[in-house]
């Protein structure tokens, strides 16, 4: 069963157009270029971690096939993830999404995304190193293939992504449905919420707690993402670069 699941996940991608992107950061700052590649509207979430900026008052919409510039300083730390099948009134910017909503707000303010979501997580230097690290995060579940790829950069950068869609071939008991259709898969973290599956309490080590085998089948289909919550080795990306590209449904 879990060779059918894993097989069949690869036979999901998505086939989208790629977006050409050429843009170098100014000074002071980080360039982050958000692309929706995906063929239908994505509202971008943006949560800063601590006492970072809130960026763009942390959400907005992002049509099909459109892509947006986002300037971040340096040492910003946070996250992004996309939304989907969203409705928002014009005027209050109140609403709600299937995946990923923030409190029913367009632009989300300091509240991050209700789970399932794929997240992308970034830090972009420290007062103690000025490397970069990022990957994209299936801890909590996904709704939608994203990644993270550096324009230039230092030598050894890499890609954080998880290009297919990992709906297709969701668990019947870890699927978020609506309407009939699965809109997102939890992670069984997310579904059991209990300290085995989520390493922590006396799991929350990494000698002792193991990825389940639906974390083994996202991370045979997005090698290069977070399964579970010390999948470091091939999922920590490190860079230095003044530009990246966002890129949601790559291809």
């Given at each position: 069963?879990?060779?059918?699941l894993?097989?069949?996940c690869?036979l999901?991608?998505?086939?989208?157009?790629?977006?050409?992107v050429?843009?170098?950061?100014?000074?002071?700052?980080?360039?982050?270029?958000?692309?929706?590649?995906?063929?239908?509207?994505?509202?971008?979430?943006?949560?800063?971690?601590?006492?970072?900026?809130t960026?763009?008052?942390?959400?907005?919409?992002?049509p099909?096939?459109?892509?947006?510039?986002?300037?971040?300083?340096?040492?910003?730390?946070?996250?992004?993830?996309?939304?989907?099948?969203c409705?928002f009134?014009?005027?209050?910017?109140?609403?709600?999404?299937q995946?990923?909503d923030?409190?029913?707000?367009?632009?989300?303010?300091?509240?991050?995304?209700v789970?399932?979501?794929?997240?992308?997580?970034m830090?972009?230097?420290?007062?103690q190193?000025?490397?970069?690290f990022?990957?994209?995060?299936?801890?909590?579940?996904?709704?939608l293939?994203?990644?993270m790829?550096?324009?230039?950069?230092s030598?050894?950068?890499?890609?954080a992504?998880?290009?297919?869609?990992?709906?297709?071939?969701?668990?019947?008991?870890?699927a978020?449905k609506?309407?009939?259709?699965?809109?997102?898969?939890?992670?069984?973290?997310?579904?059991?919420?209990?300290?085995?599956?989520?390493?922590?309490?006396?799991?929350?080590?990494?000698?002792?707690?193991?990825?389940?085998?639906?974390?083994?089948?996202?991370?045979?289909?997005?090698?290069?993402?977070?399964?579970?919550?010390?999948?470091?080795?091939?999922?920590?990306?490190?860079?230095?670069?003044?530009?990246?590209?966002?890129?949601?449904?790559?291809?």
């Amino acid at each position: 069963m879990t060779t059918f699941l894993i097989f069949f996940c690869f036979l999901l991608s998505i086939s989208v157009t790629a977006t050409g992107v050429n843009v170098t950061g100014g000074n002071g700052t980080i360039q982050l270029i958000l692309v929706n590649n995906c063929q239908e509207s994505v509202w971008p979430g943006i949560l800063s971690n601590g006492e970072h900026p809130t960026i763009k008052d942390g959400g907005f919409h992002l049509p099909s096939g459109e892509e947006l510039v986002l300037r971040v300083p340096n040492h910003w730390a946070g996250r992004i993830w996309g939304r989907q099948g969203c409705y928002f009134n014009e005027t209050t910017g109140k609403g709600s999404c299937q995946t990923g909503d923030c409190n029913g707000q367009l632009k989300c303010k300091g509240i991050g995304g209700v789970p399932p979501a794929t997240l992308i997580e970034m830090t972009f230097g420290t007062s103690q190193s000025s490397l970069h690290f990022y990957d994209v995060s299936l801890v909590d579940g996904f709704n939608l293939p994203m990644s993270m790829k550096p324009i230039g950069g230092s030598v050894g950068c890499g890609i954080a992504s998880c290009q297919t869609d990992l709906n297709g071939c969701c668990p019947s008991s870890l699927a978020l449905k609506h309407d009939g259709k699965v809109v997102g898969c939890k992670s069984a973290c997310l579904a059991t919420k209990s300290d085995k599956y989520c390493c922590t309490g006396e799991f929350a080590d990494p000698k002792i707690c193991k990825p389940t085998m639906f974390a083994l089948v996202f991370k045979s289909v997005c090698p290069h993402a977070y399964s579970y919550a010390y999948d470091d080795s091939t999922a920590l990306m490190r860079c230095l670069a003044t530009t990246y590209v966002i890129t949601f449904c790559p291809a």
